[in-house]
């Protein structure tokens, strides 16, 4: 079994920052892709996730064209635990962030973190 725990959403001004962190535990096997998802309000069903980021055990990462050049992904193959930087946070960035990691045996989510980008 895997677990993912999430930390550091919360609340923050428009044009803000926050990182989010995920640390997998567990038996895991070959973690080849780890990132991140996003749904935000009223997007209730889990197709209407948006990916955010990935980033490949070698380091190459891909983006939403929405976050490109305020996000960075980045992690730690060590510790199996992948970040989130964000930089000039907008309001249409509110969401609740899920991580997520892709194992041989599948993959695995996390149980979310909250962004909320108000003033």
């Known amino acids: 079994q895997v677990q993912l725990v999430e930390s550091g959403g919360g609340l923050v001004q428009p044009g803000g920052s926050l990182t989010l962190s995920c640390a997998a535990s567990g038996t895991i096997d070959s973690p080849w892709n780890m990132g991140w998802y996003r749904q935000g309000p009223g997007n209730e069903r889990d197709y209407e996730r948006e990916?955010?980021?990935?980033?490949?055990?070698?380091?190459?990462?891909n983006y939403a064209d929405s976050v490109k050049g305020r996000f960075t992904i980045s992690r730690d193959n060590a510790k199996n635990t992948v970040y989130l930087q964000m930089n000039s946070l907008k309001p249409e960035d509110t969401a609740l962030f899920y991580c997520y990691i892709d194992t041989m045996r599948g993959r695995y989510w996390g149980q979310g973190t909250q962004v909320t980008v108000s003033s």
């Open positions: 990916l955010v980021a990935g980033i490949w055990s070698n380091g190459l990462a």
